[in-house]
């Protein structure tokens, strides 16, 4: 560093823009930074930098003052103390309109610093995979950085301070436009960004120590970070938009790419999501239909053509307007059959060629690529907002293995019913309580959903097939398969199912009055079976 007098002064345009003229780099994620630095560098901005950035900057032909330099201070403790100094804080924290402040810097020959770079060591990156060692957890655990960030975001009257590489080009452009200046309005911006960042990372780290005491902690850090906005809420006058908690393995939108349509909905996140958990429960080709939250329709087939056809035919006037999920590719001829019919949004992992022609012709569909292939985190909890605080639970995981059910009836199932019951079951999981469904080769033939009696659920589910298929409602219904989502607290309701053809039935058990249903089912010769795990969704 020069030995010229302290330079203290920090000049401030009238609508409250900033010149840069010395800025701290220190990151872990060098991302883009060399260009960023040299852009500085160009305009005149002195650049001081820690440790392996400051090499970096210097490889790619830099002229870098050490941080040590400026503070008079070399690192010590292998590196864990190497920006906690008062000269470096003083030169964030001093308030440029403070006279008294900036005397004391120019007392002390401390030359202001109006830009932090920064960014922290991968906290998150390093405890994902679960087996980390505690000691190299902790090592990860950045101090300085966000101690650095919070002193300039406190004082972004005179600071600016980056801390995403996705930030650098509009903050040097900015700048090259300006003449190395900094507006106000972007420094408050920025500044938010880094107090989210290290309410971020202190989030991840809390929730990293309280996995080592219980489950469900005592204090329960989250962070969140909004993926997009949404076009309107559950109704249009109310305003939404889409966040995902942040460090998550994946979520309703990731990996997944909007090739045509209109803005995304509040309703059409909710239902998309339904869609997707079922749909992926199916190795087979599959398709879901769902509206309000609820399937209307799901179906495997020889291929996704067959399983949209047997998905439809469940209630056809239910999925117009429905959100349709997929797990094979869409080929033309399923695309014209999916253009017969009103589709808010379409999600499948690929389009052949033509598909996406003839969908298109349609200005309103959304159409959705899903690329995603990992599974969510099998330890993520389940959350459901209440008045002034969240419900929290584990997620209900995968459908139970036939291997681990129980038939109790004299009657036992038949392959065909195994498989019949078994799909019915991985099905019902995902249906509003009381849920029933009732189906047959691989497609369901009604459901019914979200009533306030079990019974009503049974009766919902056969109008349901009738209304769809009135001329050949009884033959089908015939040897179908129920399943419950829940115990049959009396007789009723397979009873209800058996007469209307019913042969094979699926659920928890566990009801005081176990013994009545499974008399009931035997009187008829059906058989059933139980599964000893409910599967409420509220």
Request: proline fraction near 4%; charge should be negative; glycine fraction near 8%.
């Amino acid at each position: 560093m020069s030995e010229a007098p302290a330079d203290t002064r920090s000049e401030a345009a009238s609508d409250g823009a900033i010149r840069v003229r010395r800025a701290l780099i220190s990151v872990s994620d060098k991302t883009g930074v060399a260009d960023f630095a040299k852009g500085l560098a160009a305009l005149g901005v002195e650049i001081l930098s820690t440790g392996g950035t400051a090499g970096a900057l210097r490889e790619a032909g830099l002229e870098v003052t050490d941080v040590s330099e400026f503070t008079g201070q070399e690192e010590i403790l292998g590196g864990r103390v190497k920006t906690l100094h008062p000269r470096l804080h003083a030169a964030l924290l001093a308030r440029r309109g403070d006279p008294e402040q900036m005397a004391t810097l120019e007392r002390e020959g401390i030359e202001p610093i109006e830009l932090v770079c920064v960014n922290l060591y991968p906290f998150e990156a390093t405890v994902a995979g679960h087996e980390v060692e505690p000691e190299v957890a902790i090592e990860n655990i950045d101090i300085g950085g966000p101690t650095m960030i919070r002193a300039a975001a406190k004082n972004h009257e005179g600071v600016a301070v980056v801390v995403k590489p996705e930030s650098y080009d509009a903050v040097l452009a900015e700048m090259e436009e300006s003449g190395g200046e900094v507006s106000a309005s972007t420094r408050h911006w920025l500044a938010n960004e880094a107090f989210a960042q290290t309410a971020r990372y202190d989030a991840a780290i809390s929730r990293w120590f309280s996995t080592s005491y219980e489950d469900f902690p005592e204090h329960l850090t989250v962070a969140y970070e909004k993926v997009l906005d949404l076009a309107y809420g559950e109704n249009p006058h109310q305003r939404a938009a889409l966040y995902s908690e942040a460090g998550s393995r994946s979520h309703v939108l990731s990996r997944v790419s909007k090739l045509h349509g209109r803005a995304f909905s509040f309703n059409n996140v909710l239902d998309l999501d339904a869609a997707r958990r079922l749909v992926g429960d199916f190795s087979e080709p599959a398709c879901t239909i769902v509206k309000h939250n609820n399937p209307c329709g799901v179906a495997i087939g020889e291929d996704a053509l067959d399983a949209y056809r047997k998905a439809l035919a469940c209630d056809p006037m239910s999925a117009f307007g429905g959100v349709i999920a997929l797990n094979r590719p869409v080929g033309a001829p399923l695309a014209e059959e999916l253009h017969k019919n009103f589709v808010e949004v379409l999600i499948a992992p690929r389009y052949e060629a033509g598909a996406l022609d003839i969908l298109q012709q349609k200005e309103a569909i959304r159409i959705l690529n899903a690329e995603e292939r990992r599974q969510p985190d099998p330890i993520e909890r389940d959350a459901k907002q209440v008045l002034g605080g969240l419900l929290i639970q584990d997620r209900d995981g995968d459908p139970e293995p036939r291997e681990l059910m129980e038939v109790v009836t004299s009657a036992q199932p038949s392959e065909e019913q195994w498989r019949d019951m078994l799909f019915a079951w991985t099905v019902v999981r995902q249906v509003r309580s009381n849920a029933i469904v009732i189906a047959k080769d691989g497609a369901t033939l009604g459901i019914g959903a979200g009533q306030m009696s079990r019974v009503d659920s049974v009766r919902l589910a056969v109008e349901k097939c009738r209304d769809a298929r009135e001329d050949e409602a009884g033959a089908l219904l015939a040897g179908s398969a129920v399943a419950s989502d829940a115990f049959f607290p009396f007789a009723d309701g397979p009873r209800a199912s058996i007469e209307a053809g019913a042969t094979a039935v699926i659920q928890p058990g566990g009801s005081k009055r176990d013994a009545e249903v499974i008399e009931a089912c035997n009187a008829a010769g059906v058989t059933m079976a139980f599964t000893k795990h409910r599967h409420f969704r509220h």
